[in-house]
């Protein structure tokens, strides 16, 4: 049976998962009119550019969204070290829990200052959160690294940027037979309501009308900050979205079963860490939590009624000023 403590955390990957579904209804939506142009401009004489055009503002409701996909993901991280402290100190709620959190670090000094931060935990959860640190890793590829830096540009600063990226381009241009064409790729993503996706250079003069283009392009929602990592920007949007939650639900998983033994999605874990924690805890006797948050009820002087009569018994002037109606 899985853990109470746990479950804010599941709640709050499925409220995101709903926030990304919406996006995707925003975006489809926003879709509709073709809000975009597709160009080939002559640039000279023998070089033309491939261009994608915004016509249409994009949505700001897709920043709102992301904003609170990506607040719902973060927290549930937190609520993970929060319920697994629960668990390790068998104190609800666990000590120290003001300064807990889900530590995510670029450089290993700021993992050694704050090491405070997770004193409830087991020395094994404390190892197993350093192998999940950005420095540990490719900072780049690290879901941890991406979610930490989105959300606190989007909790401290502004809303993301949200922009569109060239997800597919098969392109398709009919060139004269003895004019020989080279082409370069450019960019993907949409700048200032513009992408120079690739160069068409010719061997000699070639002017406008003997030239046929067809895009042939797939265009997804992008975040621009996020459009400059190199390792998640050869990722569809959606797909990026679904691998983090996932990510966020295993993470769930793992502490979970660690310190309880048990969990939902038990599939989602290897079986070589099935076996380690069940090792670990073949010796454990869990005692019962100690709930710290019910304090002694203070009663108040002794208060004395006045006369009154059947109509307030039956509630005729209750609320004193009747009902009313929020708009």
Same mark, same amino acid.
């Given at each position: 049976?899985?853990?109470?403590?746990?479950?804010?955390?599941?709640?709050?990957?499925?409220?995101?998962? $709903?926030?990304?579904?919406?996006?995707?209804?925003?975006? &489809?939506?926003?879709?509709?009119?073709?809000?975009?142009?597709?160009? +080939?401009?002559?640039?000279?004489?023998?070089?033309?550019?491939?261009?994608?055009?915004?016509?249409?503002?994009?949505?700001?409701? +897709?920043?709102?969204?992301?904003?609170?996909?990506?607040?719902?993901?973060?927290?549930?991280?937190?609520?993970?070290?929060?319920?697994?402290?629960?668990?390790?100190?068998?104190?609800?709620?666990?000590?120290?829990?003001?300064?807990?959190?889900?530590?995510?670090?670029?450089? $290993?000094?700021?993992?050694?200052?704050?090491?405070?931060?997770?004193?409830?935990?087991?020395?094994?959860?404390?190892?197993?959160?350093?192998?999940?640190?950005?420095?540990?890793? !490719?900072?780049?590829?690290?879901?941890?690294?991406?979610? &930490?830096?989105?959300?606190?540009?989007?909790?401290?600063?502004?809303?993301?940027?949200?922009?569109?990226?060239?997800?597919?381009?098969?392109?398709?241009? /009919?060139?004269?037979?003895?004019?020989?064409?080279?082409?370069?790729?450019?960019?993907?993503?949409?700048?200032? /309501?513009?992408?120079?996706? /690739?160069?068409?250079?010719?061997?000699?003069?070639? $002017?406008?009308?003997?030239?046929?283009?067809?895009?042939?392009? /797939?265009?997804?929602?992008?975040?621009?900050?996020?459009?400059?990592?190199?390792?998640?920007?050869?990722?569809?949007?959606?797909?990026?979205?679904?691998?983090?939650?996932?990510?966020?639900?295993?993470?769930?998983?793992?502490?979970?079963?660690?310190?309880? =033994?048990?969990?939902? !999605?038990?599939?989602?874990?290897?079986?070589?860490?099935?076996?380690?924690?069940?090792?670990?805890?073949?010796?454990?006797?869990?005692?019962?939590?100690?709930? +710290? !948050? &019910?304090?002694?009820?203070?009663?108040?002087?002794?208060?004395? =009624?006045?006369?009154?009569?059947?109509?307030?018994?039956?509630?005729?002037?209750?609320?004193?000023?009747?009902?009313?109606?929020?708009?």
């Amino acid at each position: 049976m899985a853990s109470l403590q746990f479950d804010p955390a599941r709640l709050r990957v499925e409220r995101a998962k $709903e926030h990304s579904a919406e996006m995707a209804r925003v975006w &489809n939506r926003f879709l509709e009119p073709h809000p975009f142009e597709f160009d +080939l401009r002559r640039m000279s004489a023998r070089e033309y550019e491939m261009r994608v055009l915004l016509e249409s503002p994009i949505p700001p409701a +897709l920043s709102l969204l992301f904003g609170e996909w990506l607040y719902n993901l973060r927290s549930a991280l937190d609520y993970v070290v929060w319920a697994a402290a629960v668990h390790t100190s068998r104190k609800y709620p666990p000590p120290g829990e003001s300064a807990l959190q889900y530590p995510i670090y670029d450089d $290993e000094s700021s993992w050694k200052r704050n090491l405070y931060r997770l004193a409830p935990l087991a020395e094994h959860h404390r190892e197993m959160l350093l192998t999940m640190q950005p420095f540990n890793s !490719d900072p780049d590829g690290n879901y941890l690294g991406w979610l &930490n830096r989105l959300a606190r540009i989007d909790r401290h600063r502004t809303l993301a940027v949200s922009t569109a990226r060239v997800a597919e381009a098969e392109p398709v241009v /009919g060139v004269p037979r003895d004019a020989e064409p080279r082409f370069r790729w450019g960019e993907r993503s949409l700048r200032n /309501g513009v992408c120079r996706l /690739g160069r068409l250079t010719f061997d000699r003069d070639v $002017e406008p009308e003997e030239l046929h283009f067809n895009p042939r392009v /797939g265009i997804d929602p992008e975040i621009d900050e996020w459009s400059k990592s190199p390792f998640w920007s050869r990722i569809r949007f959606s797909e990026r979205l679904r691998m983090i939650e996932l990510f966020v639900a295993v993470e769930i998983t793992i502490y979970e079963f660690d310190t309880t =033994g048990d969990s939902e !999605d038990l599939e989602r874990l290897t079986e070589t860490f099935r076996n380690e924690v069940l090792t670990r805890r073949a010796s454990q006797v869990d005692s019962p939590i100690e709930r +710290l !948050d &019910n304090p002694e009820l203070q009663w108040s002087d002794l208060v004395f =009624g006045r006369e009154s009569n059947r109509g307030r018994l039956l509630g005729h002037d209750f609320p004193s000023q009747g009902s009313h109606s929020v708009r």
